[in-house]
Structures are given as structure tokens and as C-alpha cells.
């Protein structure tokens, strides 16, 4: 999911 | 990563040592925010939970544990070593009014119902909130340290660029990500009345001072 892609950012 | 988050990232790690190094220089943390230093500490443990059970890059790995590090380093400087210096009677903002409503937040936003999910949540609501006991500390001070306001730009500055980084994000991913976009902005929004006086003063060479 996008989500789960985006919790690259800190 | 996009250069918008890289030197937002870099902002966000340059705030870091500007504080430590006001703290050194001056040997002192008048005008600092316990309350808000706390708060960070709250922020970057509870978003920082996957080091334990995820690797994204070695990049995102030192970030993390340097936030963590760091911010636990302060709250070491303000209440040990340079404890004397520090009057928490000017730190007066009421940190439950903040947390309380973060965790309710979290409860209803999040996206999925797993303790890391909520957690994580809850770490963006209350990082977009974390920055209003020293906001208001120096509201009600009336004046800052220049050193004091360059932190707080810098790491206003780190929050502005995520926005930029957002859109980019948006048009060569097709997603935004509603949760930290909405409390991203609000965050940012938050540093507007600060910013204008950064710029009209301070970057002037003049006194970060409020009016009466």
C-alpha cells in the first residue's frame, strides 16, 4: 500500500 | 528520496546541533523548552519503533538512531548537566492538552489497528504539535537568543520542505500519504508568525523581540 511505501520518511 | 527531503532531513539534523552547540557555547539552556524536548523524545521513540523489525536503508537507520540519540542527549544536557540553568517556571505549557488529544487522534487516523500503527500515528500528530511549549515559552518571554531563533528555523525550515517533497512525491508516486501530509501542514503552519519575525528581524541583525 502507499502508506506503507511512505514510512521511508523520517 | 528527492533533494526537497534531503535538505529538509539535513535542516532537520542542522537544528540539532545548533541547539547542542548553544547549550555548549553558552552553558546554558535559558529560552530552551524542557516540555518541548521531552515531547521529542516521545516523538522519535514512538515513530522509531521499526528499527527493531524493519530495514529501509542505512541512510534511514543512522537518521533514526541519531534523532533518538540526540534528543535524549538534550534532555541529559538540560536536566543534569546544565540543570541550574534551566527554569521550568517559564515552561509553563500544559503538555496534557497536547498528548491527550495526539492519542485520541491516533485512535480514530491510523492505518491498520496494530499497537506499531497507532504509535506511529500518534508520533505524527504529536511532532506537529511538539514545537508550541517553546513557541509559547518564547511568546511569553517576548524575546529569544539569536541562537535560539536559528534553531527554531532551521528546523522549520526541515518542516517547509517536506511540502515541496510532498508534491514532488505526489506526481512521481500518484500518493500522498493523508495522515503525515495533513499534520505536516499544520505543523508547518505553526512556525508562519515565528518565521515572519525570523525574517523581519533577525535576518535584519536585529533582536528576535516581540512587541509588547
Known sequence: AGWDIWKDEL | MNIFRFFGDISHLASIFILIHKIHTSRSCRGISFKTQVLYVAVFVTRYLDLLYSWVSLYNFVMKVFFIASSCYILYLMKVRFRPTNDPSIDTFRVEYLVGPCAVL??????????????????????????????????????????????????????????????????????????????????????????????TKVLQGQKFELPA
Do not use: K
Open chain 2, 106 to 199: 491516533a485512535l480514530i487516523f491510523n492505518y491498520g489497528y496494530a499497537v506499531t500503527e497507532v504509535l506511529w500515528s500518534f508520533s505524527i500528530f504529536l511532532e506537529s504539535v511538539a514545537i508550541l511549549p517553546q513557541l509559547f515559552m518564547l511568546q511569553r518571554t517576548g524575546e529569544a537568543e539569536t541562537i535560539t531563533t536559528h534553531y527554531l528555523a532551521a528546523l522549520g525550515a526541515y518542516r517547509t520542505l517536506y511540502i515541496p517533497n510532498w508534491i514532488y512525491r505526489y506526481f512521481s508516486e500518484g500518493y500522498v500519504d493523508p495522515i503525515a501530509v495533513t499534520a505536516g501542514l499544520v505543523q508547518t503552519g505553526l512556525y508562519l508568525d515565528f518565521f515572519y519575525v525570523y525574517f
